[in-house]
């Protein structure tokens, strides 16, 4: 059962413009949700997070948005640069402090 | 500050063998979480220790075991190897963050079983 799904497993943008990752969730128990970005032979590297509690969080060129009615969150990157190119991996957690990944989202960023 | 730092980078065993990989978790940071990334299942969580105490664990089999140090550095064990344990070990340690219980990785272990 894979409670973190992201659907789209590559995504390809023009730089300058908009990426828009997304994630949808089936656990109504997580209390916060992270985003994280890897490059090949290395570990992920966080990038942004959102209380459950919130709708939106913002930081320099990343913005999360939370839907917990849909179970859906989004990472927006504006504007998109060729350096974002990597997997983005949205990631859930509750009280017991585990994460659970979605499988990525493989960015490619063209100049 | 040092981030998280794990060793060996890169392993090769063979099946039957076991393998102990090592974790030093960011100056501070009590919890060391490890997690398994595999192309086919993507990063998969195994168990979690904080002070020296396994505090949850993930759907892996027995062979697969850790233990944490008074320091907070962390060692996993995998015994009796098999083809598919071969993957890219990652450990995280964890501190509170403005939104969430943040977790911040080290760079993995990339063994690979022959």
């Known amino acids: 059962d894979q409670q973190v799904k992201q659907n789209s497993p590559s995504l390809s943008v023009q730089e300058g413009r908009i990426s828009i990752l997304n994630c949808d969730y089936t656990?109504?128990?997580?209390?916060?949700f992270l985003w994280y970005k890897k490059y090949p032979a290395e570990g992920p590297t966080f990038l942004i997070s959102i209380s459950s509690i919130k709708d939106k969080n913002e930081d320099g060129r990343f913005t999360v948005f939370l839907n917990k009615s849909a179970k859906h969150l989004s990472l927006h990157i504006v504007p998109s640069q060729p350096g974002d190119s990597a997997v983005y991996f949205c990631?859930?957690?509750?009280?017991?402090?585990?994460?659970?990944f979605g499988k990525g989202t493989l960015l490619t960023v063209n100049p | 500050k040092a981030g998280v730092t794990q060793t060996p980078r890169y392993l090769i065993k063979t099946r039957g063998q076991q393998v102990t990989l090592s974790c030093s978790p960011i100056s501070g940071h009590r919890s060391v979480s490890w997690y398994q990334q595999t192309p086919g299942q993507g990063l998969q969580f195994l168990f979690e220790y904080f002070s020296e105490t396994q505090r949850n664990k993930g759907n892996f089999p027995g062979r697969f075991s850790g233990r944490q140090f008074s320091n907070s550095r962390s060692e996993m064990n995998v015994s009796t190897l098999e083809l598919g344990d071969s993957a890219l070990y990652l450990c995280?340690?964890?501190?509170?963050?403005?939104?969430?219980?943040?977790?911040?990785f080290g760079p993995g272990t990339r063994l690979l079983v022959l």
């Open positions: 990631a859930a957690g509750g009280s017991n402090y585990k994460l659970t």
């Open positions: 656990n109504s128990m997580f209390d916060y």
């Open positions: 995280a340690s964890r501190r509170r963050g403005v939104e969430a219980e943040t977790q911040y």
